[in-house]
């Protein structure tokens, strides 16, 4: 149980376009999910959480214009960077938490974009 | 503010061997503790998780870790290795976030490499 799904796995895009990451709870609700971006070889760096049917919150030092997080259904999370800039190019992993759950949260296995 | 601090980024041990991954934490309320591994290119799995109680945390994979307060500390131990448990391994910490979201911040990770 407590799957969590990323797709894509890998994307590569030109600069300037936008791409779309979807995160899905697969056997469970998630009422709040989050985006983390790592960097190699360094850790997880939460970028934002977001709640369902709500705006997401993001970091400080997070532009949320550029990364646009839409949670529209308790097992859907998306984000989408916009004008995708070569310095975007990282490991972006969501996680999700179980409606009514208390800090754990199930990671999905992470979405590698590069932009060329 | 909350943080983690993993000493070690690197450590080698010979399979059949003990291990211990170190972890300290800096956290003004009773902390949420928690140890992942990631193997390469994945998302994050749960090893164990400390909330409060038993001090001694069993885990997944013979991992088990112990929370002392006075050190501010969680290490991870395995008293025999696998070359399976070759990975990064994350220790975390929970807390509320300034829009009262309970996030994890993590450590930088410690990379395990075993050696037959």
């Known amino acids: 149980g407590a799957v969590v799904s990323q797709h894509p796995s890998w994307v590569i895009c030109k600069s300037g376009t936008s791409v779309k990451i979807e995160c899905r709870s697969l056997d469970f609700q998630a009422t709040t999910m989050f985006w983390y971006r790592q960097f190699p070889k360094q850790s997880l760096m939460l970028m934002a959480t977001s709640n369902e049917g709500s705006k997401a919150t993001y970091e400080q030092g997070v532009e949320k214009d550029k990364f646009l997080i839409n949670h529209a259904s308790l097992t859907l999370s998306t984000l989408t960077v916009t004008s995708a800039h070569p310095e975007d190019s990282s490991f972006y992993i969501c996680?999700?938490?179980?409606?009514?759950?208390?800090?754990?949260?199930?990671f999905g296995p992470g979405t590698r974009l590069t932009v060329t | 503010a909350q943080s983690v601090t993993q000493p070690d980024i690197h450590i080698t041990v010979s399979e059949g061997a003990s291990l211990e991954l170190r972890c300290n934490y800096s956290?003004?309320?009773?902390?949420?503790l928690f140890w992942y591994v990631q193997s390469p290119g994945q998302g994050l799995q749960l090893l164990l998780k400390?909330?409060?109680?038993?001090?001694l945390v069993q885990g997944i994979k013979g991992f088990e870790a112990e929370f002392k307060r006075s050190q501010s500390s969680f290490n991870l131990r395995k008293p025999s290795v696998h070359w399976s448990d070759a990975a990064e391994y994350f220790c975390?910490?929970?807390?509320?976030?300034?829009?009262?979201?309970?996030?994890?911040?993590f450590g930088t990770g410690t990379r395990l490499t075993i050696i037959p």
């Open positions: 996680s999700a938490r179980e409606t009514g759950g208390s800090y754990e949260q199930y």
């Open positions: 400390y909330f409060s109680g038993d001090t």
């Open positions: 956290y003004g309320a009773t902390p949420y």
């Open positions: 975390a910490v929970g807390s509320i976030s300034n829009f009262g979201n309970e996030k994890l911040t």
